[in-house]
């Protein structure tokens, strides 16, 4: 039985990717890891993958004007609330939203709609494992449906391979992207810092988690930076009645790993270690808890 377990957290910076990097070298191999941090990926900095497919991604259409058909009627100009088309008739491709808009009201049939590569995915080996993870062209829309084919991808892949859990570096915040790293998951790992908008947007985002009936996890990174913060995101985890999986201290052999593009469980022993070998082992114990309730 399959199982895709979603890390995620609310803001940016509270270090899921070290976290999520490092279970992936606990787990030995046995997993496969999709990065669906599309708009700004980093787990490919500490897992080095080595590229074996690179794939276009057609995120949307641009209008493009056929000028030797065009009679200069202006339709085009005047219907598009974008202001994409100028006086010369020509598409600015920053400022069309691929809406198609166009097309239809333009009585030469000199208008029509080209695919864009809003960026690219790829399939890749790392020494934890197969890896998914893609990357979106500057400025590009449709973050969202890129993450739903890197998660379509990981899937296939898994089970190429054979692998029983699905690992999944999820986007920061709330948004588009991050629902779809979320929805139909069979867990969610929830990162997060002891500061007041670490626990703001640690609520919004089991708020996401409970709307779509995706059990969720709670764990604090660098928890004794602030322990008073630290005591206030266990007790709202308990008042919520979710799991609280673990705390990690702060430990400047992290990034002293991460300089050297590894993680800290592989450079050696320190309270972070310690903290995410127990982490990763709760983790496990949910996963087996799934397995249990879907048999």
Request: proline residues 4%.
């Amino acid at each position: 039985m399959m199982n895709e377990l979603v890390i995620l957290s609310g803001k940016g910076g509270t270090g899921k990717t070290s976290l999520i990097a490092s279970f992936a070298v606990l787990a030995g191999g046995s997993l496969v890891t999709a990065d669906c941090d599309v708009d700004a990926p980093d787990l490919h900095f500490l897992l080095q993958p080595q590229i074996q497919e690179k794939h276009e991604f057609i995120g949307s259409k641009l209008a493009s004007i056929d000028l030797d058909l065009c009679s200069r009627c202006g339709l085009c100009s005047e219907h598009c609330r974008f202001e994409a088309i100028g006086d010369d008739f020509t598409v600015d491709g920053l400022a069309c939203e691929g809406c198609g808009l166009c097309v239809h009201v333009c009585p030469q049939c000199a208008v029509s709609m080209k695919d864009v590569v809003s960026g690219h995915w790829f399939r890749s080996i790392t020494r934890c494992g197969p890896m998914v993870h893609a990357r979106l062209g500057f400025g590009e829309a449709n973050s969202g449906k890129l993450v739903s084919k890197v998660r379509q991808e990981s899937r296939n892949l898994a089970e190429h391979a054979r692998a029983d859990l699905i690992m999944v570096d999820g986007p920061p915040g709330i948004g588009c992207p991050v629902i779809a790293s979320l929805s139909g998951a069979s867990m969610a790992v929830i990162v997060t810092e002891p500061s007041i908008s670490g626990l703001h947007d640690l609520e919004r985002v089991l708020d996401v988690c409970l709307h779509f009936d995706i059990p969720a996890a709670v764990c604090v990174n660098r928890y004794d930076l602030d322990v008073t913060f630290s005591s206030r995101i266990q007790s709202l985890t308990r008042q919520r009645d979710l799991v609280f999986l673990g705390r990690v201290p702060y430990d400047p052999g992290v990034t002293r790993a991460m300089v050297h593009g590894q993680t800290v469980i592989e450079r050696g022993r320190g309270p972070a270690e310690d903290g995410i070998r127990q982490l990763w082992s709760e983790i496990q114990a949910l996963i087996d808890g799934l397995h249990g309730t879907e048999t």
